[in-house]
Structures are given as C-alpha cells and as structure tokens.
C-alpha cells in the first residue's frame, strides 16, 4: 500500500497487493462465468493460462455463483486495510483481521469451506497464481507504475477542497489499482474506487477518478 498526501489530504493506494490478482486468476485461468457487475473488472491484462480441465463443468458453475461475493469481500478487506492502525489493540485492526479472516489465508482458506468448489478452485490454482503475478510484478508491471502520479493527486485533492469551500484535511480517498485491461474504474464506496492501471495511466481517466473519489468521500 501506497500512502501520499501531508497532515491534510489523504490518499492511499494499492497496487502491489496479490490476493485480488489471485482472485481474477482464478476466474480467468478457469473460465468462470461470474454474476456481472459495476465492481467486476475485465480480464486480467497479459496472457492468462486455460486451467479449466482442474474442474468439473459443474464445479466450474458452482464456483462462478460464488466468485462475486468473495471478490467483493476481497476489496472491502483491502479497503479496510488501508485504514489499518498500527495499535494492533485498535478496535479499526481488530475489523480488518477480522475480515482477512472471513476471506480466507493461503494456501488453505478455510473460510471457504462453505464454497467447496470455489475453495478447489482458489487452492489448486494458488501456486502458479503467485508465479503468475510475479512473474506480471517483474514485467509489464515495471513498464507502467500502475499509481497515480503525486503531482495529479495533490492537484485535485487541493482543487477539490478549494471548490468545494472545505478544510483540505477533509479531502480523503483511497483506491485498489489492478492490472487489469483497459481505462475501467468503479466507485466501490464513498472515498474509495477500484480501477485499471491504464486508468492511472491516461491523465484524463486518472483526473476524472481521483476527482469523483475526493469528491465522494466528502459526503462520508
């Protein structure tokens, strides 16, 4: 995790973290058909292995019904992540353990023990995942930042504040950046977006984004 700003506006980033890319993995290299929604992303950016024979048509369905729910679940524990309190005694660390825990650890997630066929899926994939997303850590990865340049966000961050006639430590926002294709972004919450790193990447879409997340999170 990312964190820019001074004592006044916040902005806090994640676009190294591997569990979410496990996620889309999962549900790429599987081929499952997923529930569609706003806070679904596209497919993963680079080449995705068919690991679709590990199984079944129908664990294959079964564990498609579920990915959303997990995959929503992911993003709201990264979110809470980023407002993680050093104090491990702190009640805001005590609600983002627990919510790791309600996703599940690797390599046996247990927490998924009420979706067996998704829990097959995330365990028999997990290892060439992580080789996957290493391996996407050391190429494509290195060629884009997959963040939003400080500059555009202490920018907007400071428009947003004078625009809106507000105290700028006031002005406070969060995002999870995922290696995904395309310009795509989605407002998860008040304050908090999930996007592409090509959204990050195009000056139009990154202002466009850090201004609705600024904006939103005002009327938290």
């Given at each position: 995790?990312?964190?820019?700003?001074?004592?006044?506006?916040?902005?806090?980033?994640?676009?190294?973290?591997?569990?979410?890319?496990?996620?889309?993995?999962?549900?790429?290299?599987?081929?499952?058909?997923?529930?569609?929604?706003?806070?679904?992303?596209?497919?993963?950016?680079?080449?995705?292995?068919d690991r679709r024979a590990l199984l079944s048509d129908q664990q294959r369905r079964e564990a498609g019904r579920h990915w959303t729910g997990w995959w929503a679940a992911l993003l709201d524990a990264e979110l809470q992540r980023q407002e993680e309190r050093p104090d491990p005694d702190h009640p805001v660390s005590w609600a983002v353990r627990a919510r790791r825990e309600e996703v599940g650890s690797p390599p046996d997630f247990a927490a998924l023990a009420d979706r067996p066929a998704l829990r097959r899926a995330v365990v028999d994939t997990f290892p060439e995942a992580l080789r996957w997303v290493d391996r996407l850590d050391a190429g494509h990865r290195a060629e884009r930042a997959g963040s939003f340049p400080y500059g555009l966000v202490r920018q907007v961050a400071e428009d947003v504040a004078f625009d809106r006639q507000v105290d700028v430590g006031a002005?406070?926002?969060?995002?999870?950046?995922?290696?995904?294709?395309?310009?795509?972004w989605h407002l998860l919450a008040p304050g908090a977006v999930v996007c592409s790193a090509g959204a990050t990447a195009d000056p139009h879409t990154a202002h466009l984004v850090l201004r609705r997340a600024f904006e939103s999170g005002l009327r938290r």
């Open positions: 995790m990312q964190l820019a700003g001074t004592t006044s506006w916040r902005f806090a980033e994640s676009a190294r973290d591997s569990l979410p890319h496990v996620a889309l993995f999962v549900r790429d290299a599987l081929g499952l058909a997923v529930p569609p929604g706003p806070a679904v992303p596209p497919p993963l950016a680079g080449t995705v292995p002005v406070r926002a969060s995002a999870v950046v995922l290696e995904v294709e395309g310009r795509w």
